[in-house]
């Protein structure tokens, strides 16, 4: 049986401004399953962010609801929603991705501190996971020691270590060249696939969707195309590539 | 206590991680700290050197001339008064004291002193640390204080030569030294004691005073026998004793000439200094949450409470501030050490105690603002929306 990890349902988020009402969401409903790696595309101005934004509990929506294994966000008040974050998102951003003051495993175990579950066998996971991206030699170098694109494979061991039911990615390949951006997506989509979680990526860079399940691309606020054939999805990013 | 220790754990990381920064802000509080030490320990010095005297008095009540308005100086009781006071109900004792200024000058440098005339065992004269009290009557002896001692080499058994200017020449008296207190200074000056009759002979007057032999002391030192009744028995001294007003210690201490303004004075600068402290670290902490809102955001934005955020920030600028106030304090005690003896500075007063504390409340104080800024930057701000 599927597990719906993540559920919107006519989502609508508006903002006011100089007088004039904006619609950042537009009536937007989508489900992403448990396993199942979702990249949210459109251009600047789309409502990607917005939408990203109330998916990680970070922003009220004006109305729609968001269930997040199954519990709905318009319930919960802020000490919930923050709860929330902790157990049941996992996060990677753009930039400042890290806490520059400590290193790339503390960063990592810094989830499991949040979640009470700082103990040996979370410090052995953490390696483990670390080791798994390739960064088993810099368990112990603060961020400004890496390259970007190490500095966001600790963040995606971070989004992944305490089992978060849904994992956000906003932009996490803004800084990177091409092949390292590559290279962070596909680790990144590889564990969402293997740890069984349900995975967002919110990116304008289409040649990234090859390594998704499924595109939903955003126009004006409005969920106006949703890819769900691996051929069409190819396409749209060798389209995107040439 | 989870939110709490998951606090002290950034906090402490971030200080350590960060430990040439934060010891450089550190480093600027302790040299605030040094400088409000420094003018509490001198406020502490100054005010010891013009009370102590009066504040180690073994005595509850002084007795002054009526209209005198508590001014030792200006005050000069009649010589039965002593003994009409001691007849008072609940008065266990009382003491005169004579006042007057003298210069040592059996020494390299002629030192000037305080002589005060009091009588062996009664209020007034204080506890012999070494040697004896001076016997009664004319006897040429004095007991000297332990900073004339220390400043002028003079031992119990040495003799000293003073000089006081009588009518229109300069006598000159030697006095055996047969005892040293501690604690004594007043009016600013090292003390010297000398007995009643003595000090008539030798102290500063005018042509006019030099045909009288008989000693008027300034005030009496009143000890009682149940302090406690302190207000009955001042009020029965005022109606009892003719001509005389009655007050307490601190009373006598605020009305000795110049010791509320300079106080007033030494505690403004006091508190400037701890203004400008506050204002130093509030500053520096504002900045600092000001380049980690992004940081602050992610933090937040991935589950950390309002309350791990908060304490963090209180957690850092009380140890920071704490580090700052220890190097702060050793600076102080070393440099304190290279002080001549010359300066009036005294470091283990209550007023260092206080102001220690004052400086350890300052940096919470400084930093509340980026305190409540910190808690309120949006998780928000972790995501380009922000």
């Known amino acids: 049986m599927t597990n719906i990890a993540l559920e919107v349902k006519d989502l609508v988020k508006t903002f006011a401004l100089d007088g004039t009402t904006i619609n950042a969401v537009d009536h937007v409903s989508f489900q992403v399953k448990s396993g199942e790696f979702v990249a949210l595309v459109g251009p600047s101005g789309s409502g990607k962010t917005t939408m990203l934004s109330i998916l990680a509990a970070l922003l009220s929506p004006t109305s729609g609801q968001v269930l997040i294994d199954g519990q709905d966000l318009a319930q919960m008040n802020e000490k919930r929603r923050v709860q929330l974050r902790r157990e049941k998102i996992g996060f990677t951003f753009q930039s400042n991705n890290l806490i520059p003051f400590l290193t790339a495993q503390e960063n990592v175990d810094l989830m499991l501190r949040l979640n009470g579950q700082a103990n040996k066998a979370g410090r052995v996971r953490s390696a483990e996971i670390l080791s798994r991206l390739g960064l088993n030699d810099r368990l112990h170098n603060l961020p400004a020691q890496l390259s970007g694109g190490q500095q966001q494979r600790v963040a995606i061991a971070r989004a992944l270590i305490h089992n978060p039911a849904v994992v956000l990615a906003d932009e996490p390949t803004a800084s990177l060249d091409t092949e390292r951006a590559y290279q962070v997506v596909e680790t990144f989509a590889n564990l969402v696939h293997e740890n069984n979680r349900a995975g967002i990526i919110v990116t304008h860079d289409l040649r990234l969707c090859q390594y998704v399940d499924r595109v939903l691309q955003m126009q004006d606020g409005k969920l106006v195309r949703i890819l769900e054939n691996k051929k069409e999805i190819v396409e749209l990013a060798r389209a995107t590539v040439h | 206590m989870k939110n709490l220790f998951l606090a002290f754990y950034l906090a402490l990381k971030e200080v350590f991680r960060n430990r040439g920064r934060f010891l450089l802000v550190s480093l600027v509080i302790a040299l605030i700290t040094l400088l409000v030490l420094f003018i509490a320990a001198l406020g502490e010095g100054l005010a010891n050197g013009n009370r102590q005297y009066v504040a180690n008095l073994d005595a509850q009540l002084i007795v002054f001339l009526e209209k005198s308005d508590y001014s030792i100086s200006a005050s000069r009781l009649e010589t039965n008064t002593a003994r009409t006071v001691r007849r008072v109900d609940g008065v266990a004792d009382a003491g005169p004291i004579y006042t007057s200024n003298t210069e040592i000058v059996s020494l390299q440098e002629p030192l000037k002193v305080s002589m005060l005339g009091a009588e062996a065992g009664r209020p007034g004269m204080p506890v012999i640390l070494e040697g004896r009290d001076?016997?009664?009557?004319?006897?040429?002896?004095?007991?000297?204080?332990?900073?004339?001692?220390?400043?002028?080499?003079?031992?119990?058994?040495?003799?000293?030569?003073?000089?006081?200017?009588?009518?229109?020449?300069?006598?000159?008296?030697?006095?055996?030294?047969?005892?040293?207190?501690?604690?004594?200074s007043y009016f600013f000056q090292p003390t010297i004691f000398v007995p009643a009759a003595t000090w008539e002979k030798i102290r500063p007057q005018s042509e006019a005073d030099l045909n009288s032999d008989t000693p008027y002391p300034n005030i009496l030192a009143v000890e009682l026998s149940d302090p406690s009744q302190i207000d009955a028995i001042q009020a029965r001294l005022i109606s009892d004793v003719p001509n005389i007003e009655v007050t307490t210690i601190v009373t006598t201490i605020n009305n000795i000439p110049g010791y509320l303004a300079q106080q007033g004075t030494v505690q403004t600068q006091g508190f400037f200094t701890l203004l400008i402290g506050v204002l130093v670290i509030g500053g520096f902490f504002q900045i600092q949450i000001l380049q980690k809102v992004p940081q602050i955001g992610v933090l937040k934005a991935i589950g950390s409470s309002n309350g791990v955020v908060g304490w963090a920030a209180v957690i850092q600028i009380i140890v920071v501030t704490a580090i700052g106030v220890a190097i702060g304090g050793v600076f102080t005690y070393l440099f304190s050490l290279a002080l001549p003896p010359t300066i009036p500075f005294v470091f283990n007063g209550d007023r260092s105690l206080i102001a220690i504390a004052l400086l350890l409340f300052i940096g919470p104080l400084g930093g509340m603002v980026s305190i409540i800024y910190a808690v309120r930057i949006e998780p928000l701000k972790a995501l380009r929306l922000g």
């Open chain 2, 134 to 184: 001076f016997r009664g009557g004319e006897a040429r002896e004095v007991v000297i204080d332990r900073n004339v001692a220390v400043r002028s080499g003079i031992q119990v058994g040495d003799e000293i030569e003073i000089r006081s200017t009588q009518g229109v020449e300069d006598e000159f008296f030697t006095l055996k030294v047969v005892g040293l207190v501690d604690g004594q």
